[in-house]
């Protein structure tokens, strides 16, 4: 057997949407298979054969038509008409979607043309937008309507921000175009976001789940001390927060909060902020800008005693991962998907928003030393959320898919 699978991604081999779209695609390739993916903005050197969807004017354009009429993914017209014209020429076996949002690709035109093609689509949700009327994430606000039928929505000035409100166009438009193709086969990144899915208007599609892995060939333990000796901070206790962008959601004020109720031989290390952000910070706050060298990113989660990730929202991040896999235990609200990866042997879980719970587990491990933690993380991570294990089962995946179609 020998399938062509064509990914449509929002970044390709950039973010953690654009690394899975590609290390997906590497095990494509090295299945005999050919691998293809259509990408709308950033992108770096990939494996598989590249397709840019549009181009920078046509992502402005689109993000100045959501500002002005809250209609995302509804303009990038063309870039779509000629994006279907390359998915013609490939004829690829497979389509296999990723996040639609983003500014780059217009959702109707893209699934009137899948109805009508009836080809098998894989589509993969990394967060709730392609069932709701506006919002990718919802949980910070409590919100509930995407359960009935979007409006009045609570977020126009979270991404993608709006000046107006049509969340419940919007809802009625994408329940009408994503129900209308029978084709569908749904993959949750979390037990959490599966959970979403059923309880929404997508409920009647198959789900399964899929967990991001991450490279362990990159992301392992690294016994450099640069870090510590650049910053001066030998006989310190490093607590590491990392994320990008740094907003409320990620609980920047949280650790903002917390910082003044740590002892004098802990410090704060937060990566990813912004150079105003960075001035604002509290005294025993590290604030370091974003890094896209992974080595520096991996000798941070290595020399760090512990990771914490207090996220409001989230549906499954890949920081933990990261973390855990240089051993390093991780300590996370009761969030999302946040905590599918922790274990008692792992790290805590602290009730969300609950900051003197989170204090005192902070105190809990950095009490009992790294070293109980570390050999655990490591295992956890090489057995559960090794990326070439995890990404394996879509390889899984499309072959079922594909003896499906061939005995239909």
């Excluded at 979007?150 to 419940?168: A, G, H, I, R, T």
């Excluded at 979390?190 to 967990?211: A, G, M, N, R, T």
């Excluded at 650049?230 to 907003?247: C, M, R």
């Excluded at 959601?249 to 990813?272: A, D, H, T």
Aim: hydrophobic residues 35%; aromatic residues 10%.
């Amino acid at each position: 057997m020998n399938l062509k699978i064509l990914q449509i991604s929002s970044e390709l081999n950039v973010g953690s949407v654009g690394r899975i779209s590609e290390q997906i695609g590497d095990l494509i390739i090295t299945e005999g298979w050919e691998s293809y993916i259509a990408y709308g903005r950033e992108a770096r050197e990939s494996k598989s054969k590249s397709y840019r969807i549009g181009n920078k004017k046509d992502l402005i354009v689109h993000g100045i038509y959501t500002r002005l009429t809250d209609k995302h993914g509804f303009a990038s017209k063309d870039a779509t008409k000629s994006l279907i014209e390359y998915v013609d020429s490939v004829n690829p076996d497979i389509i296999h979607l990723h996040h639609l949002h983003g500014y780059y690709i217009n959702i109707e035109i893209l699934f009137n043309y899948l109805k009508n093609r009836n080809k098998p689509i894989v589509w993969t949700f990394h967060d709730c937008w392609s069932f709701t009327g506006h919002c990718a994430h919802y949980d910070f606000v409590g919100c509930e309507k995407w359960k009935s039928h979007c409006n009045k929505c609570p977020q126009l000035n979270e991404y993608p921000q709006s000046f107006v409100d049509n969340s419940f166009q919007n809802f009625k438009v994408k329940r009408e175009l994503f129900t209308g193709v029978k084709n569908i086969h749904i993959v949750a990144v979390s037990h959490w976001i599966k959970s979403q899915v059923e309880q929404s208007f997508l409920s009647h599609l198959p789900c399964d789940v899929i967990q991001n892995g991450v490279d362990t060939t990159i992301f392992k333990p690294k016994e450099l001390n640069n870090f510590r000796i650049k910053y001066n901070l030998e006989n310190k206790k490093i607590i590491l927060g990392v994320a990008s962008p740094w907003t409320e959601k990620k609980g920047l004020q949280i650790f903002c909060n917390i910082s003044n109720q740590l002892g004098e031989n802990e410090k704060v290390v937060l990566v990813g902020l912004s150079a105003k952000q960075i001035s604002n910070l509290p005294k025993n706050i590290l604030g370091i800008e974003r890094t896209t060298n992974l080595n520096e990113l991996v000798e941070l989660y290595s020399t760090a005693d512990v990771f914490v990730n207090p996220t409001f929202e989230d549906s499954f991040p890949t920081t933990n991962l990261e973390a855990m896999a240089c051993g390093t235990p991780v300590i996370t609200f009761k969030t999302g998907g946040s905590v599918e990866p922790i274990s008692d042997t792992t790290g805590l879980i602290v009730a969300k928003g609950d900051e003197i719970s989170l204090v005192n587990a902070i105190k809990t491990v950095l009490d009992n030393g790294k070293e109980k933690y570390s050999e655990n993380c490591i295992r956890r991570i090489d057995e559960n959320f090794n990326k070439n294990n995890c990404f394996d089962r879509y390889i899984s995946l499309y072959k079922q898919i594909s003896e499906i179609k061939i005995k239909g």
